[in-house]
């Protein structure tokens, strides 16, 4: 199975603040990568797929790059609706998986 | 509007069984393939399973294998997790997903609100 480490597993920020969320899979998974966003009591909502295209209707605030085994997602002018966790998803091999997420906090 | 309506969570004593289900409505459903993601209490997500838009082909993760079955309803639109074997690991909020695109290679885009199982004696 694909495992995939995200780092931080919490970040602490501001509004307005730029931060960098990596994910790295334990081998090669090429653009088959998606970020998701999660608040308590909700559905996660897809963020960015393919490594890199923006899910209609997300902020352009949030871009995605990588290929490969390493991946980034990025959150530009952090906004007070941002603070939640993020996740990363492999769909590159079955079975798919998640990392362990990234708590952004303020 | 795409809704996923998730039931079935509950209560289950160790070793017993429980059927979750899936409305669909909104979409095609056979074009697309659906998943189930659980996340158990203070965790992150963990895919659960996944079938094809056909039915034909269904994928596990190694946790679930042999103990969960994965059907799709074709005529009342609905995914089916049949769980046999329950453990207290199993104690979940159980979302369906579906997939964003036809084929493979695909994320996924509209999630059900999850439904809660509790595995305990």
């Known amino acids: 199975d694909i495992q995939m480490t995200q780092s931080p597993s919490t970040l602490s920020a501001s509004v307005g603040d730029r931060v960098t969320i990596t994910c790295r899979a334990s081998q090669n998974i090429n653009i088959w990568l998606a970020w998701y966003q999660h608040k308590p009591g909700k559905a996660p909502n897809l963020l960015i797929y393919k490594a890199s295209t923006l899910e209609s209707g997300v902020p352009s605030r949030f871009s995605g790059s990588g290929s490969g085994t390493e991946h980034t997602l990025t959150i530009s002018n952090l906004q007070p609706e941002d603070f939640a966790t993020y996740y990363c998803q492999q769909y590159n091999n079955y079975p798919w998986t998640f990392g362990q997420g990234t708590k952004v906090e303020i | 509007e795409v809704q996923l309506l998730e039931s079935g969570g509950g209560l289950v004593q160790p070793g017993g069984s429980l059927r979750l289900s899936c409305a669909a409505s909104g979409f095609t459903f056979n074009n697309f393939a659906m998943n189930w993601v659980r996340q158990a209490p203070g965790k992150g997500l963990e895919w659960v399973s996944g079938i094809s838009g056909s039915g034909a082909n269904t994928y596990y993760a190694d946790s679930v294998k042999g103990r969960f079955t994965i059907s799709r309803d074709k005529s009342k639109t609905t995914l089916y997790l049949q769980m046999s074997g329950l453990r207290v690991d199993d104690t979940a909020v159980y979302y369906c997903?579906?997939?964003?695109?036809?084929?493979?290679?695909?994320?996924?885009?509209?999630w059900g609100q999850g439904t809660l199982v509790t595995v305990s004696s």
């Open positions: 997903a579906k997939d964003r695109f036809s084929g493979s290679f695909s994320p996924f885009d509209q």
